[in-house]
């Protein structure tokens, strides 16, 4: 069974610049939330997805924005890019909205 | 909103007991969860509370009192790979989302 898969592992990019991270959910999954990571802090939600559509959203602004397809994996986008954007971005899978969820490697983004 | 609050910091000896606390107060609760992250890495699932008590996992127990707003994860028999961040987090009932606290640092001496 393979876990949940994240591209790429490490981006570098500029203030303004536009960025999409991806994520393969675990097999059977339905549902993909995405967190950011800020160094030494907790995960901060940013928005679930469930059967392609947006099932809950953090305090992000619109510039964070996302996408299910048919086979559940998912993209972030986020445009305009900010110096406080660096982060590590989690994508997390699970069964279905209320069951536990697994993580993926992440992908560091570097905002210079 | 959602306040949860862990120690930064905890150094413990290998062979020894550790336990983290975690204090939360949020606007609606649906279970609490304790995840363990290696440095560069992802948080990986160790525990789930949804009723009071007490669940045992081997060498990691967690405690939650609802009424409280309290969770402990107690780590027995410390192994140097021990060393790492855990992070509490509590599930809204409604969207099902996490919100994390900002980890505790465990750091095993030998």
């Known amino acids: 069974e393979t876990g949940v898969t994240q591209s790429p592992t490490h981006l570098i990019k500029t203030r303004g610049q536009q960025v999409t991270l991806r994520c393969s959910s675990q097999?059977?999954?339905?549902?993909v939330s995405w967190y950011q990571q800020a160094l030494g802090q907790g995960p901060q939600f940013i928005f679930q997805?469930?059967?392609?559509?947006?099932?809950g959203r953090g305090n992000f602004p619109p510039r964070f924005s996302g996408l299910q397809f048919p086979n559940y994996s998912s993209e972030l986008n986020v445009n305009a890019l900010e110096l406080d954007d660096s982060a590590l971005y989690l994508c997390?899978?699970?069964?279905?909205?209320?069951?536990?969820?697994?993580f993926g490697p992440g992908t560091r983004l570097t905002v210079l | 909103g959602q306040n949860i609050d862990q120690p930064t910091e905890m150094t413990a000896t290998e062979g020894a007991i550790v336990q983290i606390n975690c204090t939360y107060q949020?606007?609606?609760?649906?279970?609490l969860f304790w995840y363990q992250q290696h440095a560069g890495e992802a948080p990986t699932f160790l525990s789930y509370?949804?009723?009071?008590g007490l669940e045992e996992k081997g060498r990691f127990s967690s405690f939650l009192s609802r009424s409280k707003g309290y969770s402990y994860l107690l780590l027995k028999e410390l192994q140097m790979k021990d060393s790492a961040s855990y992070l509490c987090?509590?599930?809204?009932?409604?969207?099902?989302?996490?919100?994390f606290g900002a980890g505790t640092t465990v750091t095993v001496r030998a």
């Open positions: 997390a899978s699970s069964l279905a909205a209320n069951n536990e969820q697994f």
């Open positions: 097999s059977g999954h339905n549902t």
């Open positions: 997805y469930y059967r392609e559509e947006e099932n």
């Open positions: 949020t606007s609606g609760f649906n279970g």
């Open positions: 509370n949804v009723l009071d």
């Open positions: 987090a509590v599930r809204s009932p409604n969207d099902y989302k996490l919100s």
